[in-house]
């Protein structure tokens, strides 16, 4: 009930917000200004106007930034600290959307309230770019859809702003039990980067070659890391691994490993009792030692479940965003991947 004051209040409010922002930004390439490259580092030279963009959480933010270099102001939507999942826009954050050049979600499902936002912008000059795009989306199930929006048909060069805005495209579908954690693979990782890139080019087409050589500088850190994952998880002892809440599904798949998760995809479900019973179960047959939580949402399940079984906790984090030490830390999603690496190593080979 308290979500859905919270969708009516941010409605209700969201023409006055979109009144304040006007009608956005120009864009860097309606100006006559000229930027450089050197080395795959970008570098401002004029006086133009930088492009605008709004993330809808941290993975998109860090690989948005890493793409737009210096050519761009990157801002983030979800504070640190806050579990993205049931986040929704205040009607100042929906303001700066519709002040904004482009927009970057990840998709599947993982941001409830973009259709709305969408929907309130769509005669605007934004520029859309889903992440996930053309990513093989997995069901909480396990079952597999391609998530490529352009199925259906090529879009004419007419259709792209409607397509932009997700009136033609097909973002007004119910993801249901979708698992939106493609970021969690560093191979879809990736994808989402390349993604990104493309839309970059199509909002900033001068600066084209230079999103190019900064995707491409990032790509190959990703490239390392997956190969990190491939080398340092192939010759573990056990396969299947037990976690609070069910993100790491493309993760395991990727690396040939089994997710055991205690509840489901939304980190706030609680697991019922039958649930916890099974698990247990499963821990004591297979001599589970490590049970995994997460940062951001509370541990006590998987607490109770290890104090159960004799088994100790440890974090393998879903990095749907960073926390206040993560920050302090100046940890990124590659550092923050490697430490995942290094606890899945740990537990799967006690």
């Known amino acids: 009930m308290i979500k859905s004051y ?9 023409s006055a917000a979109l009144a304040v922002a006007g009608c956005g930004s120009a864009k860097p390439s309606e100006s006559n200004g000229s930027m450089n490259t050197t080395n795959s580092k970008v570098t401002d030279t004029s006086t133009a106007a930088k492009l605008k963009i709004k993330t809808s959480f941290y993975p998109m933010y860090e690989f948005t930034r890493q793409v737009a270099g210096d050519l761009a102001d990157v801002e983030n939507l979800v504070p640190a600290g806050v579990e993205p999942h049931d986040w929704e826009p205040t009607p100042q954050d929906m303001a700066g959307i519709a002040d904004a050049d482009v927009i970057v979600y990840n998709g599947a499902g993982m941001e409830s309230w973009i259709d709305q936002v969408l929907d309130s912008v769509k005669d605007r000059d934004l520029k859309v770019i889903e992440a996930s795009q053309g990513i093989e989306i997995m069901e909480g199930e396990g079952h597999s859809h391609s998530h490529d ?9 007419e259709d792209e702003h409607a397509h932009d805005h997700g009136a033609e495209g097909g973002h007004h579908h119910d993801h249901g039990g979708l698992d939106p954690h493609v970021w969690l693979s560093p191979a879809l990782a990736i ?14 087409p001068q600066h084209k070659d230079a999103y190019k050589a900064n995707a491409d ?11 990190e994952f491939k080398e340092g998880l192939k010759d573990s002892k056990r396969k299947d691994f037990i976690t609070q809440h069910a993100a790491f599904g493309y993760l395991a798949k990727e690396y040939g490993l089994t997710q055991v998760p205690i509840a489901g ?17 499963f821990a004591k047959e297979n ?10 949402v509370a541990s006590n399940v998987a607490e109770t ?24 830390k100046q940890l990124d999603y590659i550092a923050i991947m490697r430490q995942n690496l290094q606890a899945l190593q740990a537990a799967l080979n006690e």
């Open 191 to 204: 994808q989402q980067v390349r993604n990104i890139e493309q839309g970059l080019a199509e909002a900033d």
């Open 265 to 281: 995809l939304s980190p706030d479900q609680e697991p019922s009792a039958s649930q916890m019973a099974k698990i247990i179960e």
């Open 149 to 157: 929006h352009g199925a259906e048909g090529e879009h004419s060069q």
């Open 6 to 14: 919270k969708r009516i209040f941010a409605a209700f409010s969201l």
């Open 217 to 227: 500088s990032y790509v190959s850190k990703l490239e390392a890391l997956d190969q």
């Open 305 to 328: 479940i290890a104090a159960e079984i004799g088994a100790t906790t440890a974090v393998l984090n879903p990095i749907e965003g960073l926390t206040e030490e993560d920050i302090a």
């Open 287 to 296: 001599n589970v030692n490590t049970i995994f939580f997460e940062t951001l």
